[in-house]
T-cell receptor, first 111, second 115 residues
Framework: TQLLEQSPQFLSIQEGENLTVYCNSS?????LQWYRQEPGEGPVLLVT?????EVKKLKRLTFQFGDARKDSSLHITAAQTGDTGLYLC???????????FGSGTQLTVLP | NAGVTQTPKFQVLKTGQSMTLQCAQD?????MYWYRQDPGMGLRLIYY???????DKGEVPNGYNVSRLNKREFSLRLESAAPSQTSVYFC??????????????FGSGTRLTVV
């Protein structure tokens, strides 16, 4: 089983602050996805990164895929209360033909 | 609205009882999946169906069976429920199948408690 470790597990910040969430593995992934999950709902896809070193921006969210395709980061600029949720990274391994999820980072943005 | 529909939303079972979780998607996706989510462990794949007529085991298949009834529907059955199967179950589908850039769409989950 290929493991994805996310850090931190919990993060509580004030509105307006910046933050970075990390997703690390010892395995190489064909692609890396980030999802956001709200209580009582399923995860919703935010972005897919495929190329090593790739950077994608989604408004105030910046996603980066590591050069070796083993790690990724999510940076949020000027966090808002609406950013509160569980952020999950998920890696796709061509050999395993499965999407493997990290354990998630629970983000709370306080007003 | 288009998406993945799961039923029921909540269920309480006694140890040893059986039940079937239903999942249907209306996006004409080829692949469907069943995951379970436990605190601190993320989502773990139980079974998946790459296309109509095929099913394969995921990371944690023991105690479960699945049926891909048609392209739209993929059900998960617990034959003899155990407390260790207390979890939130998510069904998902993807258009691109088992490809690196597949976009997964998830249902809203079934919260199952086995007492």
């Amino acid at each position: 089983t290929q493991l994805l470790e996310q850090s931190p597990q919990f993060l509580s910040i004030q509105e307006g602050e910046n933050l970075t969430v990390y997703c690390n593995s010892s395995s190489v992934f064909s692609s890396l996805q980030w999802y956001r999950q709200e209580p009582g709902e399923g995860p919703v896809l935010l972005v897919t990164v495929v190329t090593g070193g790739e950077v994608k921006k989604l408004k105030r969210l910046t996603f980066q895929f590591g050069d070796a395709r083993k790690d990724s980061s999510l940076h949020i600029t000027a966090a808002q209360t609406g950013d509160t949720g569980l952020y999950l990274c998920a890696g796709f391994s061509g050999s395993a033909r499965q999407l493997t999820f990290g354990s998630g980072t629970q983000l709370t943005v306080l007003p | 609205n288009a998406g993945v529909t799961q039923t029921p939303k909540f269920q309480v079972l006694k140890t040893g009882q059986s039940m079937t979780l239903q999942c249907a998607q209306d996006m004409n996706h080829n692949s469907m999946y069943w995951y379970r989510q436990d605190p601190g462990m993320g989502l773990r794949l139980i079974y998946y169906s790459a296309s109509e007529g095929t099913t394969d085991k995921g990371e944690v298949p023991n105690g479960y069976n699945v049926s891909r009834l048609n392209k739209r529907e993929f059900s998960l059955r617990l034959e003899s429920a155990a407390p260790s199967q207390t979890s939130v179950y998510f069904c998902a589908s993807s258009k691109g199948g088992l490809a690196a850039f597949s976009s997964y769409t998830f249902g809203s989950g079934t919260r199952l408690t086995v007492v």
